[in-house]
């Protein structure tokens, strides 16, 4: 785990399940959250030394990843949007319902997203000029900002780019934030919204 400003943690974890590392992250919030977040390398106790993690965001119903370690340690709550529980119908993870526009624990903004899947969401985090965490939407791989493969976007992905796009471009006029969380990978600190708005530009060229 590394602190990228004060009070937000980043770490990468393999995921056997996609066969990649994939990012997760811890804010310390009132209460402090965690966003996707898969147990650190160097296990639970880390997390020992905080106040402990009160709530987990999920930005799409497949991003449970390590929930039940988090539930089973700290009594952790989950939460993912409405649209997404029908993927926890079977009891194996107990999970509580938001919606798009809801304001969460600790003052995070539920944001929709969309395109991909209806509860794909965005998450405005109060914390160092503003944070905002995609999940599935936009990935950052070498050190650049982009979409998944085609074979990951669906049945039309020339029209998902193009509503992803429109979407992250009505969010960037909507909202303030100078950082940028990815669900898959690296952070970006520091002139976060610009980076995402010269790439969302290029796109309408």
Request: net charge negative.
């Given at each position: 785990m590394r602190e990228m400003v004060p009070g937000l943690y980043h770490w990468k974890v393999y995921n056997p399940y996609i066969k990649?590392?994939?990012?997760?992250?811890?804010a310390l919030l009132d209460p402090p959250i965690l966003i996707d977040p898969m147990e650190p390398e160097e296990g639970l106790d880390q997390f020992r030394r905080f106040p402990p993690p009160?709530?987990?965001?999920?930005?799409?119903?497949?991003h449970d990843r390590h929930c039940q370690r988090y539930i089973d340690s700290f009594g952790t709550t989950v939460w993912c949007h409405r649209a997404g529980l029908h993927e926890f119908q079977d009891g194996s993870l107990a999970v509580t319902a938001f919606d798009h526009g809801d304001e969460?624990?600790?003052?995070?903004?539920?944001?929709e997203v969309g395109v991909l899947c209806p509860e794909e969401t965005a998450l405005l985090l109060p914390i160092a000029e503003g944070v905002?965490?995609?999940g599935d939407a936009l990935v950052r791989?070498?050190?650049k900002i982009g979409f998944v493969p085609d074979f990951l976007l669906?049945?039309?992905?020339?029209a998902i780019r193009v509503g992803i796009r429109d979407r992250?471009?009505?969010?960037?006029?909507?909202?303030?934030?100078?950082?940028?969380?990815?669900?898959?990978?690296?952070?970006l600190i520091g002139e976060g919204k610009a980076a995402l708005?010269?790439?969302?530009k290029s796109l309408k060229e």
């Open positions: 990649d590392k994939v990012d997760s992250y811890f009160a709530h987990i965001f999920l930005t799409n119903r497949l969460l624990p600790g003052g995070v903004k539920a944001i905002l965490a995609i791989w070498e050190g669906g049945d039309d992905p020339p992250f471009l009505e969010i960037c006029s909507s909202y303030d934030f100078d950082h940028l969380l990815f669900a898959h990978g690296d952070p708005l010269g790439y969302l």
